[in-house]
C-alpha cells in the first residue's frame, strides 16, 4: 500500500494496521495482552512517563492493540488523534472528567440518548451549568451562551425521534466563539458523515455500534479533529501545558478522563472492533437502504400514524440531512394507529429481535417510552416528542423483501 496515494474510506480502513510493522507479517495488529511494559533502560522508561518518547506504560493507558483500532479511527473521522475507552458512555464521560470544572456552562442539545442525558444531569448536580435546548435551530444555542460556557454537544441524529441538529451553523457558531464543539457521530458513523467538516473540535462515537456492527462487543472512543485551539481552552492543567497546543486536550484527556478512571478498552474487545469496521461501508449501505424502503413502506400504510426517518421528504430536516449524510441512517422510528397495541405489534415481528441496540446486522425493536426512556417520566418524554406508543427500529442488513413483508405482516394482525 502507497501511503502518498489517496485511496477510499473502505481501503483505507482494511489496509490500515499495514501502515505500521507488524509482527510476524500479521494483516491483523495482533492482540497484545500484557499489562506491564519492561525497559531495559530505566531511563527510557522515564522518558516515556514523562511523555518525552514513546512507548508504553501500562495497559490502563494503552496498549499496542488498541493503538492499532485508534489509528483506524482517527482515519475514518480525517482526525488527528484518537483516544478509546471501555464504552461510549464512558468517552462522553471523560469530557465530562477531563475537560469541566465546577461553574463552567454547557449547552446540549435536548434530543439525546437516554443515558446522556443523565450523565449530564449528574454533571449539573456536581456544580455544572447546563442548558438544554432544540438544537435543530442554532438561534437557540446562541441564546444560552455564557462567558462560562465551555461545550456545545449535539448528537447527529438524535435516538429515537431522529431530529438532526443544525450541526453546520452551530459548529460555525462556536468556532467564532471559541467553544469547543463536541459531536456525537454514533447514529451516522465516519462512513456516512464526518463531524470535522461543521468545525466540530472532538467527536465520539460509540464502537459497539455501527463501527464495530455484529452486536458483541462494546467500546468508544474520542477523536480529536485537529481543529480546535486547546492553548485557548481555560480548563487544561499547567503540566498538559508543557505539550504542544495541539496536543494539550487529548493529553488531559487520557490522563483525567482514562487513566484515573480506568474505563480502559481491552486488546481483544479492540481486535474486535478493529476487525468489525472493516464492512462498515458494506454493512452501512445495506442497512440504509433497507431503513428507506421500510420507511417508505410504513408510511404509506394507513394504520400507522408518524414515520419519523431523515430519508423521507415529510421529515423536518430532511433537506438537512441531504445536504449533510450521505445516506440518511439506519434508525428509524414509528408511531402505530390507536386501535394497535405496540406490544401485540412487536410480538407479531418474526425477524426484526425485540433488543435494546442500535446499529446491529439484524433488525432491532424496542418500545421507547417503556424502556430505554422509562426513567425521565411522561411529562419529559412529552417534551422530547417520545409518544407512549413510540417503536424504535435498527435496521439491519436482512434482504429487503423480508424485512418489508416482516413489518407488513405484523400490521395485519
Request: aromatic fraction near 6%.
Given at each position: 500500500m502507497n501511503d502518498k496515494i489517496s485511496y477510499g474510506f473502505t481501503t483505507t480502513i482494511l489496509h490500515s494496521d499495514r501502515q505500521k510493522d507488524i509482527e510476524h507479517g500479521s494483516v491483523h495488529k495482533p492482540i497484545h495482552t500484557s499489562v506491564l511494559y519492561g525497559y531495559k533502560d530505566a531511563r527510557d522508561l522515564v522518558q516515556v512517563f514523562q511523555g518525552k518518547q514513546s512507548g508504553y506504560r501500562y495497559g490502563r493507558q494503552g496498549n499496542p492493540t488498541v493503538s492499532a483500532l485508534e489509528d483506524?479511527?482517527?482515519?475514518?473521522?480525517?482526525?488527528?488523534?484518537?483516544?478509546?475507552?471501555?464504552?461510549?458512555?464512558?468517552?462522553?464521560?471523560?469530557?465530562?472528567?477531563?475537560?469541566?470544572?465546577?461553574?463552567?456552562?454547557?449547552?446540549?442539545?435536548?434530543?439525546?440518548?437516554?443515558?446522556?442525558?443523565?450523565?449530564?444531569?449528574?454533571?449539573?448536580?456536581?456544580?455544572?451549568?447546563?442548558?438544554?435546548?432544540?438544537?435543530?435551530?442554532v438561534a437557540q444555542v446562541e441564546t444560552v451562551l455564557t462567558p462560562a460556557t465551555r461545550v456545545v454537544f449535539v448528537e447527529t441524529i438524535a435516538n429515537p425521534r431522529t431530529q438532526i441538529a443544525d450541526l453546520k451553523r452551530i459548529g460555525e457558531l462556536c468556532r467564532e466563539r471559541g467553544i469547543l464543539f463536541v459531536v456525537d457521530n454514533t447514529m451516522t458513523s465516519p462512513y456516512l458523515f464526518r463531524?470535522?467538516?461543521?468545525?466540530?473540535?472532538?467527536?465520539?462515537?460509540?464502537?459497539?455500534?455501527?463501527?464495530?456492527?455484529?452486536?458483541?462487543?462494546?467500546?468508544?472512543?474520542?477523536?480529536?479533529?485537529?481543529?480546535?485551539?486547546?492553548?485557548?481552552?481555560?480548563?487544561?492543567?499547567?503540566?498538559?501545558?508543557?505539550?504542544a497546543p495541539a496536543l494539550q486536550g487529548m493529553a488531559q484527556i487520557r490522563a483525567k478522563g482514562l487513566r484515573d478512571f480506568g474505563a480502559t478498552l481491552s486488546p481483544d474487545a479492540a481486535h474486535q472492533i478493529a476487525v468489525g469496521a472493516e464492512t462498515i461501508a458494506l454493512r452501512m449501505e445495506?442497512?440504509?437502504?433497507?431503513?428507506?424502503?421500510?420507511?417508505?413502506?410504513?408510511?404509506?400504510?394507513?394504520?400507522v400514524a408518524a414515520v419519523h426517518y431523515p430519508g423521507l421528504p415529510s421529515h423536518p430536516q430532511h433537506t438537512l440531512a441531504t445536504e449533510l449524510f450521505r445516506a440518511y441512517g439506519a434508525?428509524?422510528?414509528i408511531e402505530l394507529k390507536p386501535e394497535i397495541d405496540c406490544f401485540d405489534y412487536l410480538n407479531r415481528l418474526k425477524l426484526a429481535i425485540n433488543a435494546t441496540h442500535l446499529g446491529d446486522t439484524r433488525t432491532l425493536v424496542i418500545p421507547v417510552a417503556h424502556t430505554i426512556f422509562f426513567e425521565m417520566g411522561a411529562a419529559q418524554r412529552a417534551e422530547m416528542g417520545i409518544a407512549e406508543s413510540l417503536i424504535r427500529v435498527s435496521v439491519g442488513i436482512e434482504d429487503t423483501q423480508d424485512l418489508l413483508a416482516d413489518f407488513a405482516a405484523a400490521l395485519n394482525g
Open positions: 483506524k479511527i482517527t482515519k475514518m473521522e480525517d482526525g488527528a488523534s484518537t483516544i478509546t475507552f471501555a464504552t461510549g458512555m464512558a468517552a462522553i464521560g471523560a469530557v465530562f472528567q477531563a475537560l469541566l470544572r465546577k461553574g463552567d456552562h454547557v449547552v446540549s442539545s435536548k434530543f439525546l440518548f437516554g443515558n446522556t442525558n443523565s450523565l449530564w444531569q449528574t454533571a449539573k448536580g456536581q456544580g455544572i451549568e447546563l442548558s438544554l435546548v432544540d438544537a435543530t435551530d463531524p470535522k467538516t461543521v468545525h466540530a473540535g472532538l467527536v465520539v462515537n460509540s464502537l459497539t455500534k455501527s463501527i464495530a456492527g455484529h452486536g458483541n462487543v462494546l467500546g468508544g472512543a474520542l477523536t480529536d479533529t485537529g481543529l480546535f485551539d486547546w492553548s485557548a481552552f481555560p480548563n487544561i492543567a499547567d503540566n498538559f501545558r508543557k505539550q445495506r442497512e440504509c437502504a433497507n431503513a428507506l424502503a421500510l420507511a417508505n413502506m410504513l408510511e404509506a400504510d394507513p394504520r434508525l428509524l422510528s
